[in-house]
C-alpha cells in the first residue's frame, strides 16, 4: 500500500478517510489502537536529549516526538492527518465546535466580529470575547467592516440549511484588509469546500457529520497557512482544548465511512425535502406552511457553492402553530426528539427548546442513514395526524 499523509490530496475523499494516516501507524494494528497515555518517556539515549528552552515547540513537525498529551499524542496526530486530506487543508482539532470558533477567535484577535444569523452558541463565544477584550459584534457584511476584523459566515445555516453566498462575502472580506472564517458544519466536502472560494479558514463541528454518530464532541479549524496552524497548536496547548484520547480515537473510526455516510444522509434529505416540498403546493398537508433548504434555493450562487447536486443533510420546516410544532416529535416513530445534527440515526426538533431566536412553528431535521421511504412515511403518518 502506496503511503499517504496530510499533503498528498491525490486520492478521493473514500480513500483518504480509510488511508490518510497510513504512514503515522506505529503498529501493525489494522484498527488504530487506543493511545491512553497522557505522557511519553523521553528517549534513552542522553545525548539526544533538548533542553524545554532548545526545543521549537511552534513550530508542527512532520512526525511528532510526543511528550504530554495537551500538547499531541498519537490518536490526535492520526486524526488530524485524515481531516487535513478530507478537509483540504492544515487541520487542527478541538474538545468541541465552539473551543474551535474561540481558537479562531483567539488567534486573528480582531476589533469587530461581524457576524450573521446562525448557530446561536457562536453568539454566546462572542460576547465571552466582548467582555474580556471590547470585541464589537456587528452584522453580517456591515460596512464598518475594516482591516483587522473577522467575518464569520456561517453556510449552510443552522437551523434552515439555507446557503449565504460565499463568493461575495469573500471579496467584501479581502476588499476591506479583513480575514474571512467559515462554519461549514452542515455541509463538510465533498458537499462544498469553501477553499474554493478563498476564505481564510474554515471550521466545523465534528460532533456533527465528521464524527457522525451522536457520541462524541470534537471541533476543527482548516487553513491553508502552515504558520496559521503552528499558531494555532501552540494556542490549543497552553489553552488546552484539545480532545481527549477517547474522543479522537472515537472520531478517527468515525471518518472511516465518512464519505458514504454524508452521502447517504444528503440523497435522503433531498427526496425528503422534494416530498414536502410537492405536499405543500399541492396543499397535501394542511398542518405545513412552510421548507426551507438550499435545494430550494432559486440564486444562481447556491449551485455553484454545493456542485455535486447534493445538499446539507440537516434543513428546517415550519408548522401552523407552537402547539403543532411542539406535539409533531411524539408523533414520529423513527425521528428522536433531540437537538443536535449530523448522526446516522434521524432527529427532529422543536426548535424553540434550544434556541430563542427562530419562528415558535419551527421544527429542525437533521437526516440520518435510514431508508428514505421509510422515513417519509413516518413523517407522512404524523404530519396527517395532526389538525390545524
Ligand atoms: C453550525 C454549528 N456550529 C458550531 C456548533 C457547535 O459545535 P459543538 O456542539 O461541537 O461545540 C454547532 C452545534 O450545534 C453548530 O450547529
Sequence with gaps: MTATGPSDFDLQIASLGVHADDSYAMVSDVAMPLHVSTTFHYDSDPTKLKRAKDRDSSV???????????????????????????????????????????????????????????????????????????????????????????????????????????????????????????????????????????????????????????????GVLVTKDPHVRDALLQD????????????????????????????????????????????????????LTKVYHASLQTEEFVTKQMNTGLFSPTFAIEVASPEIAKSLPSKLKLFHHATSLGGVESLIEWRAMSDPNVPEGLLRLSIGVEDAEDLIADLKAALLSLTV
Design 60 to 218: 508542527k513537525e512532520e512526525k511528532t516526538t510526543f511528550i504530554y498529551s495537551r500538547f499531541g499524542n498519537p490518536v490526535t496526530e492520526r486524526v488530524e492527518a485524515v481531516l487535513s486530506s478530507i478537509l483540504n487543508g492544515h487541520a487542527v482539532v478541538y474538545s468541541s465546535g465552539l473551543t474551535a470558533f474561540s481558537g479562531a477567535l483567539t488567534y486573528y484577535n480582531p476589533k469587530r466580529l461581524s457576524i450573521g444569523d446562525g448557530y446561536h452558541g457562536c453568539h454566546g463565544v462572542a460576547r465571552i470575547f466582548t467582555r474580556l477584550s471590547g470585541l464589537e459584534k456587528v452584522p453580517l457584511l456591515d460596512d464598518s467592516v475594516s482591516a483587522g476584523d473577522l467575518v464569520h459566515v456561517e453556510t449552510p445555516i443552522n437551523p434552515t440549511g439555507l446557503c449565504t453566498d460565499l463568493a461575495k462575502a469573500v471579496e467584501f472580506a479581502h476588499s476591506r484588509g479583513a480575514k474571512i472564517m467559515v462554519d461549514a458544519t452542515f455541509a463538510p466536502p465533498p458537499l462544498q469546500d469553501p477553499f474554493e472560494f478563498g476564505v481564510d479558514i474554515v471550521m466545523h463541528s465534528a460532533t456533527k457529520y465528521l464524527g457522525g454518530h451522536s457520541d462524541l464532541l470534537a
Design 236 to 287: 490549543r496547548g497552553l489553552l488546552g482544548g484539545a480532545p481527549g484520547n477517547f474522543e479522537t480515537w472515537l472520531l478517527l473510526r468515525s471518518l472511516r465511512t465518512f464519505k458514504m455516510r454524508i452521502e447517504t444522509q444528503a440523497k435522503n434529505a433531498g427526496k425528503i425535502v422534494a416530498w414536502l416540498d410537492s405536499a405543500l403546493k399541492n396543499n397535501d398537508i394542511p398542518i
